[in-house]
């Protein structure tokens, strides 16, 4: 652990062999990073426990609850998915709070037919609104759970199902395999279900507390490699000190196709409503606005007053899509300053310390009913925030683009940074610091991978 405290605070020489090594590092650093592991929430998961509450003539009844200890990647609507397979030839009698995407082919039961009888059952939530006979606690949320940083208790879902032509005791009963969490798309990787001791669980009246009769956990985990998702997100720069704004990377997200007109929208369309709202139903595929990015979002950080001991930086968050509401947002933003926030206005905000030591990293999201609702490109669109930072002198310059983020997620995904080389300079700046300022953006990134070697 020493040695990331050296690599992220030590200055950084910029010899000419030295960098050349660093840049090696670096790229074995993106290779790594496209593991099923995320640095900054290295213990993140989503856990499915099946408590098997009652034993039942030919199988169990079983609440399965997913917890999702991530804390910040949250499942937003359409919602989760969850599959898995039978040992044997199991059914499904009945569930509560979830149903099977398909009933299956049950033509050989007569009189009381199962719910489901596929080997693969897939799985989906209730909507909000089900009425209450069929529900249990934590269930019909239409899939959606939040980040257990963000609001652990609406990070908890659940479901009951009645299982039959199953074990009917802890030594016969097999346990199902093969588990596959969407949420909506891929990323997900389930582990196979392990016996742990029986959860024990207070009754309703709270004067007594029961013991399921076995239990068994799962252990999801999410990889943005496996998730081949090309970015969605991007940052934009500005600086007080300097007119010039830097865009997002041309293209980062996808490039404006002129030989086929309806992939993105000019905003000065007439008609735009109709014009959104004809093209193409399919409304889960984003439509964004034309941009030279062609992010569905940017996030924009300006470096806004320098003042004797504090700083303000702007933050705005940029809805490009027309189809996508983000509701319960979430930014999570790495720099060296975040040790000292003094002051977050209409944001919320959460440490985040993957690692004694390491505190330059924050999770932001909107306040409930004001601004944690990150409307379509076609509505308000954006939403924003200042942050108010104390100086530690000597750390603190606006030299060498310090003073911009280091790293960006919006809803847990990677946020397209610009080149360092192209960072608003100060009016003074020389060439010869901006080799340092990319000298110390890689640095960054050796502190990682030093980081992910040391795991
Ligand atoms: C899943 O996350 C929880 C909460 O962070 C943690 O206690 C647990 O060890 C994690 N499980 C695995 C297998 O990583
Ligand atoms: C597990 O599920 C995947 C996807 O549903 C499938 O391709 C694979 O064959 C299954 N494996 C087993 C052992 O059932
Ligand atoms: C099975 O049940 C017996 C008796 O109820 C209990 O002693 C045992 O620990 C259970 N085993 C498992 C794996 O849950
Ligand atoms: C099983 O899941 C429960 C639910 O949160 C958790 O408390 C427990 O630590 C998990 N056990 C294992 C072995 O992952
Ligand atoms: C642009 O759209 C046309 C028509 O759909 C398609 O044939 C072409 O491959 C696209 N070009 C790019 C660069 O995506
Ligand atoms: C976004 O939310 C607004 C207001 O709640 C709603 O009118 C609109 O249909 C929503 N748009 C999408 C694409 O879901
Ligand atoms: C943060 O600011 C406070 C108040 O001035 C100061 O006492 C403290 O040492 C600072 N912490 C760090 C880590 O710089
Ligand atoms: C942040 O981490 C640094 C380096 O480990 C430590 O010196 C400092 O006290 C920490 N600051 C806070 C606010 O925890
Ligand atoms: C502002 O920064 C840009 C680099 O993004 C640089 O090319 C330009 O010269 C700077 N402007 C001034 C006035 O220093």
């Known amino acids: 652990m020493e040695s990331i405290r050296l690599s992220v605070t030590g200055s950084v020489t910029s010899r000419c062999g030295f960098a050349i090594l660093l840049v090696l590092i670096f790229s074995c650093s993106t290779f790594t990073s496209t593991e099923a592991y995320d640095a900054l929430d290295p213990n993140g998961n989503i856990t499915l426990k099946w408590d098997v509450m009652s034993w039942t003539p030919d199988g169990y009844v079983a609440v399965v609850t997913m ?62 609104g089900t009425p209450y006979n069929q529900q249990i606690a934590n269930c019909c949320k239409g899939g959606v759970l939040n980040s257990w940083g963000q609001d652990p208790a609406n990070a908890v879902g659940s479901f009951q199902v009645s299982v039959g032509a199953a074990g009917t005791t802890n030594r016969t009963v097999k346990l199902p395999k093969n588990f596959t969490l969407k949420a909506p798309g891929p990323g997900y990787t389930c582990g196979p279900a392990k016996i742990v001791r029986p959860t024990q669980f207070v009754t309703n009246d709270k004067r007594r507390t029961t013991q399921a009769l076995m239990t068994w956990n799962i252990t999801c985990t999410y990889s943005q490699f496996l998730a081949q998702k090309t970015p969605t997100c991007c940052v934009s720069l ?20 002129k030989t086929e007109p309806g992939s993105c929208v000019n905003p000065d369309t007439p008609h735009l409503a109709s014009v959104v709202s004809s093209s193409g139903k399919a409304s889960n595929t984003p439509l964004v606005q034309c941009t030279s990015h062609m992010c569905p979002i940017r996030v924009h950080w300006h470096v806004k007053v320098n003042y004797k001991e504090y700083w303000r930086v702007k933050i705005t968050i940029t809805n490009f899509n027309y189809r996508m509401n983000y509701s319960q947002w979430n930014l999570v933003v790495q720099h060296p300053n975040f040790d000292n926030l003094t002051q977050l206005f209409s944001f919320k905000y959460k440490s985040l310390t993957p690692y004694d030591g390491l505190n330059d990293t924050g999770m932001l999201w909107g306040v409930q009913f004001y601004n944690d609702f ?29 003073a911009f ?31 340092s300022l990319l000298a110390s953006a890689i640095a960054t990134f050796v502190s990682l991978a030093i980081l992910l070697a040391n795991i």
């Open 374 to 402: 990150l409307s379509s490109a076609g509505e308000m669109g954006n939403v924003q925030s200042e942050i108010l930072f104390r100086k530690d002198a000597s750390t603190f310059t606006l030299d060498k683009g310090w």
């Open 238 to 257: 500005s600086s007080f000190y300097n007119d010039s704004i830097v865009n997002c990377p041309t293209c980062t997200c996808g490039c404006q196709n």
């Open 67 to 128: 917890y999702n200890f991530q804390q910040y990647r949250h499942i937003q609507a359409p919602g989760w998915t969850l599959g898995w397979t039978w040992a044997k030839k199991e059914v499904i009698w009945s569930m509560m709070g979830a149903q099977t995407t398909e009933q299956g082919d049950c033509s050989k039961f007569k009189g009381n037919v199962p719910h489901c009888c596929k080997k693969d059952p897939t799985v989906v939530d209730l909507l909000p």
């Open 405 to 435: 983020p280091r790293r960006i997620y919006f809803n847990g995904d990677n946020c397209v940074m610009p080149p360092p080389d192209s960072y608003p300079w100060l009016p003074n700046a020389t060439s010869k610091s901006v080799f």
